[in-house]
């Protein structure tokens, strides 16, 4: 008798790995889910700055040339009162006088030359300056003056030699003009640095020199009253 073989129980009607005695290729593995893979957290971006309302910069950019005068306008009112205030309450336009009786009695008490003292000026003519200083070769004593024409004069008494003083005092540019008489004596008539001029008094022991940018008139005036 022919031996029987057992049969083989299949499940789904075919023996897993066998087909009728023949072996099936190995079936792939089926593939396990993957792993998440972590996201890289993305780079921050520069925060861009954030414009301003948009109301704002067309408030700016339609501002008229009528807007910006007004503003001016507003910030030079206070300027123009305090400027008034200034000049009619505290006297801004007028200069600072002082006493020229310290630096005269001062040159007087050093008798290094006969001092003169100018008399005999308006009250328009104004003191802004008065010093005695002892100088190379001797000494100088020096008043300066505001004329009534507003305009700057100067008074210097000294014992230095003239041929010292006078470029000193009147630059090089100082050169003498010829004589003219004033208050009954010879003095000598220069110009001096710039539009100014100057008359000179030649004393022994002394030189007088009036200077400055006032006109002559006023320049004879001052000369006249130094006595």
Not at 28 to 45: D, F, M, R, Y
Not at 74 to 100: E, H, K, W
Not at 167 to 191: D, F, H, K, M
Request: proline residues 12%; hydrophobic residues 35%; charged residues 20%.
């Amino acid at each position: 008798m022919t031996p029987v073989t057992p049969a083989v129980a299949v499940r789904g009607g075919a023996t897993r790995g066998w087909n009728n005695g023949r072996v099936d290729p190995a079936q792939p593995a089926e593939p396990s889910p993957a792993e998440p893979t972590p996201s890289t957290p993305s780079q921050p971006t520069q925060s861009q700055p954030t414009p301003g309302p948009p109301g704002r910069e067309k408030a700016r950019s339609e501002r008229s040339p009528k807007d910006m005068a007004i503003s001016l306008l507003v910030l030079l009112v206070p300027i123009a009162l305090l400027l008034a205030f200034y000049r009619g309450f505290l006297g801004g336009d007028q200069p600072s006088t002082v006493d020229p009786a310290p630096a005269v009695e001062q040159a007087r008490a050093a008798n290094a030359f006969p001092v003169s003292q100018p008399a005999g000026l308006d009250d328009d003519w104004r003191t802004v300056s008065a010093s005695y200083r002892t100088v190379e070769g001797g000494s100088n004593l020096r008043i300066g003056y505001l004329t009534p024409e507003g305009r700057g004069a100067q008074l210097v008494q000294s014992n230095v030699p003239p041929e010292r003083l006078l470029p000193a005092e009147l630059t090089a540019e100082g050169q003498p003009q010829g004589p003219t008489e004033v208050g009954g004596r010879n003095w000598q008539r220069y110009t001096a640095r710039g539009n100014e001029q100057a008359l000179v008094l030649l004393e022994p022991g002394r030189t007088v020199i009036v200077v400055g940018d006032a006109r002559e008139n006023e320049l004879r005036r001052l000369a006249d009253s130094v006595s």
